[in-house]
């Protein structure tokens, strides 16, 4: 409705020259300039009522729901996350929490490995690990998204508990996001005792991954970075997670503990690797060995541009070793010695009819030898790597053999490690500026055993997983891979700066729209409230207390990453 106006010339506003209106005279002047201004007063109320009135009729319209409007508010809410203050050359600390806190599964994990400590007395934690995952918590609960603004937090309280572990979190020198990462790994696996001993029991080796994906068997020998240590529990892989044995487990100084029951949950950081040694010349190759991880490392190849599935290559391609002792050739050029040896006694024995005390001794020798000639004999039918202490053993030189890595259990959580250091002519280390092309969904299928083993020392430890017919595409090779638990999503990536010696950590952060949470007040025992119900997610830029929202474009042109964190989807 368009407004009325007033023209100056009206007979409610006259001007000094208009005439009087008709049946108006001289007299009556005052009596009509009052009527006037009565009925200007009138209108001009009215006219506000009836604009009040239109008002009120489009914020109804407004109200009214609007699915298009929904959806845009919805999509273009904003997201705030909390930034940490650098308190002297911890960007790499900072850069590794923030990532940390993007990863659903380690969240949930470390939540469980704080209520273990917390309600299970008998869990008997070194005081020092509860702190260190106690305070990691507080931190990674603040770091959540919130749909206001939010300050920047301290984590002064982890890094004095950290540096009881290691003093070099302390100090005011650069320090390595890696190195951090697996600190905090080591800790939290330490809460929950999941030590060697511990992988069947803890539901390690019976999670969900497929049987296709793990090649060991009951008994297999385990190895880790400590030692090796042989299977001899009962339980076997897809044993129930409920159950919760208990058994004695040695203390950090190696001195028995109490027994305890294993926490009823397990770590989605540790994977399981495969490792396999064959000799070129014989064909010999030896038991294959398992060990678990928590992250890979992968060395970056000199060149310009590169891609992760190309460093995984790496990790899995075989290699030749030049300086490495076949065992099975040992014991067989040790046995062909043997039985010389035993030639050349019988004949000294054949010679020696005078001598009954020389001839006594040869043959005592002769029954030593031929004891080790069956020995050795047994060894290289059954077992070359059998311990054969007792029999002197050739030193033949060393042969060509081949080794290769594959990937036999999938984590929950895949954590790549970019080695980008070099060393130059010179002898000094220098940082590979290669460009490392990501992609937000990783398959790692070409990199895992499939359950059908080579032992041929020029082929892989497996071959390539069958694809069923009609499964060439790109979606359904990705479907393939996700039954095979072997597809991962990008959450987090660390970046690095610099160069080798110094520079500054900086992450992108994937932020899923379900994890953000309302902040009602500043009560901060009102429960979060998820806003949104949808899979879309954004990414953002932290960059100590610096964070801004990034496209994802952005995340995968970066090239300089330097840890890369993924969940299994």
């Known amino acids: 409705m368009k407004p009325t106006t007033l023209k100056r010339n009206s007979c409610f506003e006259p001007t000094t020259d208009a005439q009087p209106l008709a049946g108006c005279n001289n007299k009556d002047r005052p009596r009509s300039l009052a009527l006037a201004a009565s009925l200007s007063v009138v209108s001009l109320v009215a006219l506000g009522l009836l604009m009040s009135s239109i008002r009120e009729d489009d914020s109804e319209l407004d109200k009214r729901p609007s699915k298009k409007r929904k959806q845009s508010k919805k999509h273009f809410r904003k997201i705030y996350l909390r930034g940490l203050y650098n308190l002297g050359n911890t960007c790499f600390m900072n850069s590794t929490l923030q990532s940390l806190s993007s990863l659903s599964e380690f969240n949930t994990y470390l939540g469980n490995c704080v209520g273990f400590i917390m309600q299970d007395k008998q869990a008997s934690v070194d005081p020092i690990d509860s702190a260190i995952a106690i305070q990691l918590k507080k931190v990674l609960d603040q770091l959540k998204p919130y749909n206001s603004r939010i300050a920047a937090i301290s984590p002064r309280d982890l890094i004095n508990s950290l540096s009881k572990r290691g003093r070099w979190m302390s100090s005011k020198n650069e320090q390595d996001a890696q190195e951090l990462f697996q600190m905090l790994s080591s800790t939290l696996n330490a809460t929950r005792r999941e030590t060697d001993a511990s992988l069947f029991n803890s539901g390690f080796l019976s999670g969900s991954a497929p049987i296709e994906n793990a090649i060991f068997s009951p008994g297999t020998t385990i190895c880790k970075t400590e030692g090796e240590l042989s299977n001899r529990n009962e339980s076997k892989p897809g044993s129930s997670l409920n159950e919760q044995p208990h058994y004695q487990s040695p203390s950090r100084h190696g001195s028995p503990s109490a027994s305890y029951r ?55 391609i075989i290699d030749q070793l030049h300086d490495f002792k076949c065992q099975y050739c040992t014991v067989s050029v040790t046995l062909e010695q043997n039985k010389k040896t035993i030639k050349r006694r019988e004949a000294e024995l054949a010679s020696a009819g005078d001598n009954p005390k020389k001839a006594a001794k040869l043959t005592a020798l002769l029954a030593k030898l031929q004891s080790q000639q069956a020995r050795l004999q047994s060894a290289l039918v059954n ?87 009609g499964l060439h595409s790109s979606s359904s090779s990705y479907a393939e891979a996700k039954r095979r638990n072997c ?31 309302e902040r009602r007040g500043e009560s901060a025992s009102e429960p979060a409230q998820l806003l949104y119900e949808n899979d879309s997610a954004r990414w953002f830029m932290i960059s100590d207390t610096e964070t801004k929202e990034i496209p994802l474009s952005t995340v995968l042109s970066s090239g300089q990453s330097y840890l890369l964190f993924y969940e299994r989807l």
Not at 292 to 299: H, Q
Not at 496 to 508: C, I, L, P, R, T
Request: hydrophobic share 40%; net charge positive; proline share 9%.
């Open 262 to 316: 294993m926490p009823p949950f397990s770590n989605p950081l540790l994977g399981m690797a495969a490792s396999r040694i064959a000799c070129v010349k014989c064909g010999y190759t030896a038991a294959i060995r398992h060990f678990t991880f928590d992250n890979l490392s992968l060395t970056v190849p000199m060149v310009r541009q590169t891609t992760i599935e190309e460093c995984l290559a790496m990790y899995t």
């Open 487 to 517: 597809l991962y999503r990008l959450c987090a990536v660390v970046l690095h700066a610099g160069n080798h010696n110094s520079g500054h950590f900086y992450a992108y952060r994937r932020v899923s729209l379900e994890s953000v949470i």
């Open 383 to 469: 077992n070359p790597e059998e311990d054969l202490k007792d029999i002197e053993l050739a030193n033949p030189s060393p042969g060509i053999s081949t080794k290769q890595t594959m990937i036999a259990r999938t984590p929950r959580i895949l954590v790549l490690h970019l080695s980008r250091s070099i060393f130059l002519p010179t002898g000094d280390a220098a940082k590979n500026p290669a460009h490392v092309a990501v992609q937000p969904l990783l398959d790692i299928s070409p990199f895992t055993t499939t359950g059908h083993i080579s032992k041929n020392a020029s082929k892989p430890i497996s071959g390539p997983p069958e694809i069923s017919a």
